[in-house]
């Protein structure tokens, strides 16, 4: 038996794999700890994706290297920043997409094995970091502890509630357990230009629709009420296995029952190309939430960018949406900084995000990643400028009604319009 501290440092989708590796652990016999130096083993699943969670990455690495334990790192980290990686750190290493694709390769670092890493299911619920060896970490295991995680839970709720009103995008923030999640598939299909999972993740590896009937039934059978369905690209659910998006909505929605589904990080390019579909899946009023990453309302900067860039189209199927389902919460992302943004282009992103009236999202300070084509854009806008037009932001969108959300991490922002019920994500950029 072994003891296994597991940390994780990344997006959802990362954060269900190192679940799925906790589970696989347990079952196996080891021990997982909360506190790095009760370890023999160091699990870190890292994030590489954009330049400034790839260096929070490396700090961690170097932290966990002072401890007297084998370290593993896993992730997206060792397939997009190999030689880097290699410079400061000579141990075993799990791509994402080995976690996926090579299952075995997880069998091959523990031996004397009794189950395999194929045969544990996907994670439903996101792995929680319980570091000891920080304050923040210390309590957070404390209020994780039953009685005290429900009277916690019910307090924070609470207070959110009143200080924001009716939030809940704070609700789903910071007591993201409440969500039962469902990975529709592994693997992206875009090229965003500013992007680099493309050489973590693989090539798209759908769900059978069956599948994910079957964890839906599961997590309803649990007691769960909110679903959200997941994906490195969910728009391209299905065109390796030939089905698509609206077919799994059609099988999910279909299915008897009391619950809401949000549906994550759906590049826009398929809201236009599935339109139709949505809007009669949209009249079930099952589908509470949709987000939606239009990162610009430039259509050079979204060129740029490698991004769907026709947004008069966007335009229309948003507006489509929101009218086949008043209810519907429409979510977003938009990037600040962009290299060549003018200040005419930020004004763009912001009148549009108005325009569409999205519910919630959430506006990022560019980081570029060396390696990516993005990184050969010019003029590059200095971290300053940016820092400006993030403040401006801030202030544009509050004076339209929106409540600004701080967080602990600066640089980026949530944005949300006041008595709306939200989406219900938590970043690590």
Known sequence: MKKVFIYASACERRELDAMRLKTYLLANGHLVVSHPKEADIILFVACAVLD?????????????????????????????????LADVFDGETITSEDLNA???????????????????????????????????????TIINRPPVHS????????????????????????????????????????????????????KVQSKPIEQCVIEFKKGLAE??????LTADNIGVYGLDIGTTLPALLDALTSVEGQ???????????WIVKYCDDLERILSRNRIAGLDIPFQSGSI?????????????KIREACMRLKKASPQLVLGTDCIIGFP?????????????????????GTAIKYSCKRGTPAETVRPIISPREIARRFNYAKKNLKKEGYSIIHTPNLHYFVFSQKNNASIYKSRNL
């Open 52 to 84: 400034r969670p790839t260096k929070i990455s490396f700090a961690k690495i170097a932290t966990f290297q002072k401890y007297d334990a084998e370290l593993i790192v896993a992730g997206c980290l060792p397939a997009i920043e190999p030689k880097k």
């Open 223 to 228: 007691g769960y009420y909110h679903f959200i």
């Open 259 to 269: 619950y809401d589904i949000t549906i994550l990080n759906v590049h826009p390019r």
């Open 340 to 360: 060549s943004e003018t200040f005419e282009n930020l004004t763009k992103t912001l009148d549009f995000i108005k325009e569409i009236g999205f519910h919630v």
């Open 102 to 140: 090579h299952p075995e390769k997880v069998d091959q670092l523990f031996p004397d094995i009794v189950f395999s890493f194929a045969g544990i299911p996907d994670a439903n619920t996101l792995f929680q970091n319980t570091d000891n060896s920080t304050w923040s970490g210390i309590i957070q």
């Open 300 to 312: 050079r900067i979204l060129k740029s960018m490698n991004r769907y860039s026709d947004i008069q």
């Open 151 to 202: 009277l916690s839970y019910n307090i924070r709720f609470y207070i959110l509630k009143h200080l924001f009103g009716e939030h809940v995008i704070l609700y789903r923030l910071l007591l993201k357990e409440s969500s039962f999640q469902i990975r529709t598939s592994w693997g992206c299909h875009g090229n965003c230009s500013y992007c680099a999972i493309n050489k973590a993740i693989g």
